[in-house]
């Protein structure tokens, strides 16, 4: 037999029980052939000498906004501490563009600025341009006036309020410039879609990054119609990023729930399709819903008010009976359901919906989840186990973002937030994600928070929540395959299996705690190929 390529001078960690360590991997079609013994004798077309480096499975990120990523990568960074700051940013930006042109930039929060930008200043930065903000969230931005104009609201009084979203209001009544949730979409009605060839574009950049981190598979929570989707020509931009080589990662596809609708007698996309069309490279997984809104923003459905807000416990996008019924209808047609419930009180509908579902028409592999699943109590976390269903909690939230989620509940129920051990302790499979670009995407960094819960502060997160390395790795190998359906084919590196890894400048599990985020990837391989050589092992 002749490999394809055989990496030798490795150190595998490969997640595999029966073979926790290797120093040989041999490749044949994309898949691993063996390891160490099991390649003995064997010749190969190409040889790679790993250096004695360690390696890993291939990081899997099963909440992960490849595309959006990409769009930001294009817009003005606005991942500052200073108000004032960024709106000398908008002003640089604006000076550099035609007087009609519109000033987008991503990445703000007002946890950290103190306030939302405001309309007027933005008037003022921008010089009378069309600006439009978007928070880091996702979930709201901010808009100028003009932007307001093009929106169809030359006059401002008549900017409505939107169902399952919020039109920020001065003291006169009128738009201060803040929209969130549902109501974005007077903003995405100008600005979406993107075209076609920026939209690949922002694919091809947002891949290259992620390979240089390590990433060799993600799930893409929102194509087409949606709140995070850009337009119906979503998949068909990831199938021609592929066909040309500038998609180097195994992409599942979520679309947005707006994109279903009846076919013939049943519920979903044109010609039937749904949860698990495509291939080992680019598939269709679950559809996304969206049940509630933000954290940091403040804007998820709590079951109590915000700290230092009261009154406000968020809201529902939709009222609580229309998605039951969605829930209700996916399920029956056979989808994998991924839900957005960040709030206790939005956890509980959701869970109620997917338990009637089940009770209705059992399905005991469905495999429905929970995106973010972000507040929760310990009667939740029991009945998350007990119906099957999957959270999908972000790690790098801890860090980057953990401030202002810990002010947003108070310290009486921050031990409900964002959990992580006891999901594992009640027997759940927990996915590693990162919901890139909310914060950064690098897998390692999120590891890093898994293990160590401290904030962007030095407070500590969540310490009864912390997990061991072993578990953090698991957990963005084969936690998000399982996620996916896909821990036959991925998640740990032995015979049969797809040939990803990620090959580290030092050892997980030797290096202290505090020092994991300063691990770097050296190479990426997916199928047994290169996506990503820092350290030249093909030169």
Known sequence: MLL?????????????????FATRL???????AGLDEEVDGVRAEVVVDLRGAPAVPGFNDAHHHLSLRGQRLRELDLRLSDLEELYARVAERAAELPASAWVRGSGYDQNKLGAHPSREALDRAAGGRPVWLQHTSG???VASTAA???MGFPDLTAVPDVPGGSVGRDAAGLPDGLLTEQAQELAHRVLRPVAQEEFIEGIALASQAAASEGLTSFAEPGVGHGLVGNGPLDVAAFQEALRRGLLRQRATLMPGSPNLHAVGDGFGLDLGIGTGLGDERLRIGAVKIFSDGSLIGRTAAMCCDYAGEPGNRG???????????LILRAHDAGWQIAT???GDHAVDVVLDAYAEAQARRPRPEARHRIEHCAVTSDEQVARIAALGVIPVPQGRFISEIGDGMLAALGPSRARGCYRQRSFLDAGIVLPGSSDCPVVEGAPLLGLHDLVNQRTAAGEPFNPD??????QALRAYTLGSAYASFEEGVKGSLERGKLADFAV?????FAVHPAGIRDITVTATVVGGAFTHDAAGYTA
């Open 4 to 20: 394809d390529t055989l990496f030798v001078n490795g150190r595998f960690t490969t997640l595999d029980p029966r073979r926790p």
């Open 26 to 32: 041999g490749v044949f079609g994309g898949r691993i």
């Open 139 to 141: 979930h709201m931005g």
């Open 148 to 150: 307001f104009a093009l």
């Open 315 to 325: 809201f529902l996008q939709e009222d609580a009976g229309t998605l039951r019924e």
């Open 340 to 342: 957005h419930a960040i």
């Open 465 to 470: 929540e912390a997990l061991t390395v072993e």
């Open 504 to 508: 580290l400048s030092d050892d997980l």
